[in-house]
């Protein structure tokens, strides 16, 4: 068993390859006075613009803050937006060689409107539906490239048509051949095409929309279940599923963990899965025991719950609360 100092210092040494749906996260901060006079709505005085990357980028920051090194593969627009984004990305030392520009696709934004802590409204950007069969084989090429040097795969599937069935199976099948891991962060369109997936992390609505449980997956047993069921049809090797207050839970052949949440002052939630993604696949990058990687995920997730808007989590903080808990 590794130490945490150990652990954390491996981090450093690992390649991740991300591949999903990309976007900016836009943010107007301002301050509410007073109601318009032409509607019953707030009017927001701007105090500040931020953009931010998002989506699979979002993961990449994620990887980046703990020191690993990541590669994203995606697809945006070839308009302003899909400009922004690349600057984005290489004001954040990220690299864009995995990035295919589309003339047929805008580039997603998610904008949001804040007043202090407060979300007033937001305002979606995108288009959803799949990659063409010419940009699928440019990613894919791109993909295939990269693949053989990286310690491990995260999907982060957004439904927002990056992914498809084919380059799905086309990449896990790639990476069991490199014996690389493949770690997935689902969405619905695509749930039950990650065959052989190395872990699996829904969500408990992902699950019980994923799998149509009848159940409300109110209990660890009908949660215990549905994994069970999920497992049959996916072959996965492990799921981990995220529990929101309750914690997260793990789930393999040999063995079956609960964590329970740490409490905490939430402030957002948004981004939460993206950090806890990137915690257990790079736990599985070094071949982690299962009950480090399930408490080290559950960690972070509640980490950046504390913090308003989408944000990565702070590596030094993390280390020294998993320290300090004896993880």
Known sequence: MQDIQTIFKAFDQLKVLIIGDVMTDSYLWGKVDRLSPEAPVPILNVQKRERRLGG?????????????????????????????????????????????????????IKHRVMSGSHHLLRVDQEVDHLISDRERNLLTEKILYLLPTVQVVIFEDYDKGVLSKELIKIVIAKSKELKIPTVVDPKKRNFLHYVGATLFKPNKKELKEGIKAESGLNTLLEIDEAIAVLQTQLQAESVLITLSEQGVYFKSSNEAIHVAAHHRKISDVSGAGDTVVSVAALCVALGLPAKTTTELANLSGGLVCEQIGVVPVNKRDLQMEAERLGI
């Open 56 to 108: 699979a980028a979002n993961v990449a920051l994620n990887v980046q803050a703990l020191g690993a090194q990541p590669i994203l593969c995606s697809v945006i627009g070839q308009d302003a937006d899909g400009v922004d984004f690349l600057n984005l990305l290489k004001n954040q030392n990220l690299p864009t060689e995995g990035i295919v520009e589309s003339a047929d696709r805008i580039t997603t």
